[in-house]
């Protein structure tokens, strides 16, 4: 036999055997991507705070489920009840803690009469902007301090959602001094609503779904919500003329998701991992869609629907300014695990408008140069 026919023989030889491991370990590949898709599926349950495909809150549940399901492969699903459809809004939390639902989305201050110190993880009366609230959170020592605070509840927290800058309310009326609030009933949970307590105006603790009928039947003088794109969809414009700028009570208010702790710590380490991936993903999507979308509903509430648009005067903003600060160092004073966190609080924030000083404020002021 000639060299020639020889190496013919040996390469054909070796095509095939290439030819059948190659098949062989394709064979093997789609075994395992069928047993990956095999596997157990975790079934949970979400509850929310919000009312059913509500814009930017409500989808924002929604689609956190969907990001947990699609970066698992399909190993978790979450089926999401709006508030009411499982639970009551304002009984998120204690669903979850005691494993009714393995997992909610809602709003830290919510629970204030639980976990006083839970307020401090929306949003502070004149405190940190999203991007501050979020590097506190993450890089400032905020989370630990969460957990902290969530760990006697069997929870385990994640910030899942932030919308930026709110705007001041919805009134029925003008303000034109603080005297304004005296005896103003007005929906504003969480630490805004002590700073309004402490001028004299009446606090409302209500979920989403009932402010507006609230409004409209003159149950609450005043609300605020969010912002333009979540109060356009309301309609909130149907039951008040005076909308009021800026959010002095909520500049960065960060949405919760809420765990079950013993359903969490049940789920694989990779599964952990993809869960808090997908809550830090929620978390910056939902500031990207307030920001891009509130300009746009800003103008359609001045233009269409003839909203009369209103900064707070500045002496008010003054007033509500040092209310705040006497009314967060009540609140510390009152609750040692709320003292632990102010002082978390203090301590960065001195740090963060230090830089912000030199960063961003000094580049929107340059901005606005002729």
């Known amino acids: 036999m000639s060299k020639i026919k020889t190496w013919s023989k040996l390469a054909l030889l070796g095509l095939t055997t290439a030819t059948l491991v190659a098949c062989g370990g394709s064979d093997k590949a789609e075994e395992t991507a069928k047993a990956e898709t095999k596997a157990e599926v975790i079934n ?18 929604e689609n956190l489920a969907k990001s947990i399901n699609e970066m698992s492969n399909g190993r978790i699903n979450i089926k ?40 401090f993880f929306t949003a502070v009366p004149f405190g940190f902007t999203a991007q501050e609230i979020n590097s506190w959170i993450h890089h400032g020592g905020g989370l630990a301090l969460w957990e902290e605070i969530y760990e006697p ?36 949970p969480g630490l805004g609503g002590e700073v309004l307590k402490k001028v004299g105006g009446i606090p ?5 779904g009932e402010i507006f009928t609230s409004l409209q039947t003159g149950a609450i003088d ?17 039951a008040a003329k005076y909308y ?13 998701a809420i765990f079950n702790k013993e359903a969490f710590e049940a789920l ?37 629907h003839n909203v009369s648009l209103k900064p707070f005067p500045e002496d008010v903003l003054s007033a509500l300014k040092k ?7 009540e609140v510390a004073a009152a609750d040692p695990m709320s003292q632990k966190v102010y002082d978390s609080f203090k301590d960065f924030g001195s740090k963060v408008r230090a830089w912000h000083e030199v960063s961003e404020r000094a580049y929107i002021n340059a901005r606005e140069i002729d």
Do not use: C
């Open 268 to 304: 694989p380490k990779d599964l952990q991992l993809i869960v808090r991936a997908a809550a830090r993903q929620a978390n910056a999507e939902m500031l990207d869609e307030f920001t891009a979308l509130n300009n746009s509903a800003l103008q359609t509430l001045v233009n269409d």
């Open 80 to 119: 999401v009840y709006s508030a009411g459809e499982l639970v009551p809004a304002l009984e998120v939390f204690d669903a979850v803690s005691r494993g009714t639902a393995q997992m909610g989305h809602g709003a830290a201050y919510y629970w204030k009469g639980k976990a006083p110190a839970a307020q």
């Open 204 to 208: 409302v603790n209500l979920p989403g």
């Open 323 to 329: 209310a705040s600060a006497e009314t967060l160092e």
């Open 222 to 238: 005043a609300t605020e919500f969010v912002g333009p794109y979540n109060d356009l969809a309301f309609g909130l414009y149907k």
């Open 44 to 61: 949970w349950k979400m509850v929310t705070t919000w009312p059913k495909n509500f814009p930017g809150l409500g989808t924002g549940a």
């Open 153 to 188: 509840f069997n929870l385990i927290p994640m910030a899942a959602g932030n919308t930026g800058v709110q705007m001041g309310g919805w009134f029925n009326k003008e303000i034109n001094s603080l005297e304004d609030f005296q005896g103003l009933k007005m929906r504003i």
């Open 244 to 256: 009021y700028y800026p959010g002095w009570h909520e500049p960065g208010s960060t949405m919760e």
